[in-house]
Nanobody
Framework: QVELVESGGGLVQAGGSLRLSCAASGYTFSSNIMGWFRQAPGKEREFVAAITWSGGTTHYADSVKGRFTISRDNVKNTVYLQINSLKPEDTAVYYC?????????????????WGQGTQVTVSS
């Protein structure tokens, strides 16, 4: 049974940092694409970042480039999202997702399983 569990969210002031984690289980972690998405109230879920199984290729949304860093530890079966220089517009529920096979994409519909999300709230 595939399970993704996010953690690390919280309330932080603008300019602060957070490190989100996503612990995966129930499948071969090292052979898949991992992605982070976010959804703000009243908005559609949007792509944030993705990483290949080797960690050698990463993709970012333009809105987070230079501030967010995705990484993974295939020994711990965990993917991370380091978030720096937080802005109020980064406030959202952050989800991790896994895609079996294929290449990293920005489409939520391409991902096969999702976690339940972790709330990030940035105060101004």
């Amino acid at each position: 049974q595939v399970e993704l569990v996010e953690s690390g969210g919280g309330l932080v002031q603008a300019g602060g940092s957070l490190r989100l984690s996503c612990a995966a289980s129930g499948y071969t972690f090292s052979s898949n694409i991992m992605g982070w998405f976010r959804q703000a109230p009243g908005k559609e879920r949007e792509f944030v970042a993705a990483i290949t199984w080797s960690g050698g290729t990463t993709h970012y949304a333009d809105s987070v480039k230079g501030r967010f860093t995705i990484s993974r530890d295939n020994v711990k079966n965990t993917v991370y999202l380091q978030i720096n220089s937080l802005k109020p517009e980064d406030t959202a529920v952050y989800y991790c997702a896994v895609r079996f096979g294929g290449r990293p994409t920005k489409l939520a519909s391409d991902y096969d399983y999702w976690g339940q999300g972790t709330q990030v709230t940035v105060s101004s």
